[in-house]
T-cell receptor
Framework: GQQLNQSPQSMFIQEGEDVSMNCTSS?????WLWYKQDPGEGPVLLIA?????ELTSNGRLTAQFGITRKDSFLNISASIPSDVGIYFCAGHASGNTPLVFGKGTRLSVIA | NAGVMQNPRHLVRRRGQEARLRCSPM?????VYWYRQLPEEGLKFMVY????????ESGMPKERFSAEFPKEGPSILRIQQVVRGDSAAYFC???????????FGSGTQLSVL
């Protein structure tokens, strides 16, 4: 089945720094979604991307749908302590296939 | 507009017992999905249901696991004769008919003793 590879697995950054993480797949995806999960909670949708090349922002977060349709990245600018959590990429290979998740990037922010 | 509601939040069962996990989708959402998450892992798809129909159960173990989404009431994920390996967080998500954006509940943490 489809697999999503997320990197890095974890990162430690200083408050105020920018963060970048990415997600790649071996097959084409039609939709990319980025979620954040806090401990003991379900994933919360951050950004949804629907077209190759699309660049979308949500506050300090920016995500892009790669031109090849096999990758996506998420940037967080000027990180703050509440950005701590696990960030998951997810994608649909087609409208009828289940949403597939990467293994996540664990972000720690040092104040 | 309430989000996806899951209960219980925590469920403890002894080996061999049955576990029933419930999920009420967001208002207006007719599609329900169940995912399982092990510690330090991503979410693994289990099953996708619409009202009274199982659309895709390709991620469901062949034995002991079943799911339903009746015409009335919540979706139920049922695990019979639980084993220690069933311990995990089980998340339910719902979506509108477009099926593109999934919204997740807070999950049920199942612990099998």
């Amino acid at each position: 089945g489809q697999q999503l590879n997320q990197s890095p697995q974890s990162m430690f950054i200083q408050e105020g720094e920018d963060v970048s993480m990415n997600c790649t797949s071996s097959s084409i995806f039609n939709t990319w979604l980025w979620y954040k999960q806090d401990p003991g909670e379900g994933p919360v949708l951050l950004i949804a991307l629907y077209k190759a090349g699309e660049l979308t922002s949500n506050g300090r977060l920016t995500a892009q749908f790669g031109i090849t349709r096999k990758d996506s990245f998420l940037n967080i600018s000027a990180s703050i302590p509440s950005d701590v959590g696990i960030y998951f990429c997810a994608g649909h290979a087609s409208g009828n296939t289940p949403l597939v998740f990467g293994k996540g990037t664990r972000l720690s922010v040092i104040a | 507009n309430a989000g996806v509601m899951q209960n219980p939040r925590h469920l403890v069962r002894r080996r061999g017992q049955e576990a029933r996990l419930r999920c009420s989708p967001m208002k207006g959402h007719s599609h329900v999905y169940w995912y399982r998450q092990l510690p330090e892992e991503g979410l693994k798809f289990m099953v996708y249901l619409q009202k009274e129909n199982i659309i895709d159960e390709s991620g469901m173990p062949k034995e002991r696991f079943s799911a339903e989404f009746p015409k009335e009431g919540p979706s139920i994920l049922r695990i019979q004769q639980v084993v220690r390996g069933d311990s995990a967080a089980y998340f339910c998500a719902s979506s509108p008919p477009s099926n593109e954006k999934l919204f997740f509940g807070s999950g049920t943490q199942l612990s099998v003793l």
